[in-house]
C-alpha cells in the first residue's frame, strides 16, 4: 500500500474510531473495529471504491454490527452486566460535539440506555444522531430501506428519552458538582450526601471487576450509605490499587466525573448525571480492563491540583 493510500485511510482514522466506540461503548473493541477495517481498505480493490470515506463507513459500521451480534458480546453484555468504557473530556474517540445531540450520544447514560436497542436500530441512532448522516445513506451503509432507517430511528428515540438522566453542565459547574460530592463523600455525614441526592438516584458500579457482575443500587439514603463506605480508605482498598491515589475533578464522556490517580494511572472513575442542580445517576467505573484508554490520555496531559491528595 502506498504512503497516499495509507494517508487517506489515517485522515478517517478518529472519525471511525468515534463510530465504532458510540456503537461498541468500548474503546478497545472500537480500534479493533478500525484495524480490521484498515485490513480490509489494504486488501480491497480501491480502484472500484468511489468514495472512500462512504466505504469505510460502512466497513466499520458493520464490523461493530458483527461484534455486537457475537454470542461472546451478548454473554458479557446479558442482564445488564456490563458498564461502558469511560473516556476523559477531549478524547479524539469522542468524536463530533458541534449539537447537543452529538455531545449527548456519548455520555455514558446513553451509551447505557442503547444497550437496549436492537443493533441495527443503534447503528441508524448513531449515524443519524451524531454523524448527521440522511436516512438514504444510512439505507445505503445498512443495506436496508429508507423508510426502514426512518422507523428505525424514531423507535430508537422514542426508547432512549424515556430513559433520559442528566442535563449538560459547563467545566465551572462540572467541577462544582464533583467538589461538593467530594465534600460531602468524605465528611462520613450520610445526611450530607442524601441532600445531594434526588429522591429517584440510582447508583452502579463495576465492583473493580471483583464480583463479576455490576453493583446496583437506589434510594438516596443506600447510596449514600454507600458510598460514605467506599470513600473510606483502608489497607485492603489500597493494596487493591497499589498505593494511595489521588482525587482529580474532571469530565468524562460529557459528564462531572471525580477521577482517582496513582503513579500516574487512573485506577477509578466516578461519574455525576446531574439533573435540577442534583445528583440524579452515580457510575463507578473501576475494573482495570475498563480504564486503559483513560490512562494513556490521563499520563499525556496536565492536571489541576486534587481535591485530595492522597487517599
Avoid: C
Avoid at 463530533?96 to 455531545?103: K, L, N, S, W
Avoid at 445513506?137 to 428505525?152: F, K, M, R, V, Y
Amino acid at each position: 500500500m502506498d504512503a497516499a493510500t495509507v494517508e487517506r485511510f489515517e485522515a478517517n482514522r478518529s472519525r471511525l474510531a468515534s463510530l465504532a466506540y458510540r456503537l461498541l461503548g468500548s474503546a478497545a473493541e472500537a480500534e479493533d473495529a478500525v484495524q480490521d477495517a484498515f485490513l480490509r481498505w489494504h486488501a480491497a480493490d480501491r480502484e472500484r471504491i468511489e468514495v472512500p470515506e462512504a466505504w469505510l463507513t460502512k466497513v466499520v459500521t458493520n464490523l461493530s454490527l458483527d461484534r455486537l451480534r457475537s454470542a461472546k458480546m451478548r454473554r458479557e453484555r446479558a442482564v445488564g452486566d456490563w458498564l461502558p468504557e469511560p473516556l476523559l473530556d477531549g478524547d479524539p474517540m469522542l468524536g463530533p460535539a458541534g449539537t447537543v445531540e452529538q455531545r449527548e450520544s456519548v455520555t455514558l447514560a446513553v451509551l447505557l440506555l442503547m444497550e437496549r436497542l436492537a443493533p441495527v436500530e443503534r447503528a441508524v441512532y448513531v449515524l443519524r444522531e451524531a454523524f448527521a448522516y440522511s436516512h438514504a445513506e444510512i439505507a445505503g451503509i445498512l443495506d436496508i430501506t429508507e423508510s426502514a432507517s426512518q422507523q428505525h430511528a424514531h423507535r430508537a428515540r422514542r426508547r432512549i428519552a424515556v430513559g433520559r438522566v442528566g442535563s449538560e453542565l459547563d467545566r465551572a459547574a462540572a467541577r462544582r458538582v464533583v467538589e461538593a460530592f467530594v465534600d460531602a463523600a468524605s465528611s462520613g455525614r450520610t445526611e450530607r450526601l442524601v441532600a445531594l441526592l434526588t429522591e429517584d438516584a440510582t447508583a452502579i458500579s463495576d465492583g473493580a471487576g471483583l464480583a463479576g457482575k455490576v453493583l446496583r443500587l437506589s434510594a438516596p439514603e443506600r447510596i449514600a450509605a454507600a458510598l460514605r463506605g467506599a470513600f473510606k480508605s483502608t489497607p485492603a482498598k489500597r493494596n487493591l490499587v497499589g498505593g494511595s491515589p489521588s482525587m482529580y475533578a474532571g469530565v468524562v464522556n460529557g459528564s462531572p466525573a471525580l477521577i482517582a490517580a496513582f503513579d500516574d494511572r487512573v485506577v477509578g472513575v466516578v461519574v455525576l448525571d446531574v439533573r435540577d442542580d442534583k445528583i440524579a445517576a452515580v457510575r463507578g467505573i473501576a475494573a482495570p480492563d475498563r480504564l486503559g484508554r483513560v490512562s494513556k490520555e490521563w499520563r499525556r496531559r496536565e492536571h489541576d491540583a486534587p481535591l485530595i491528595e492522597s487517599w
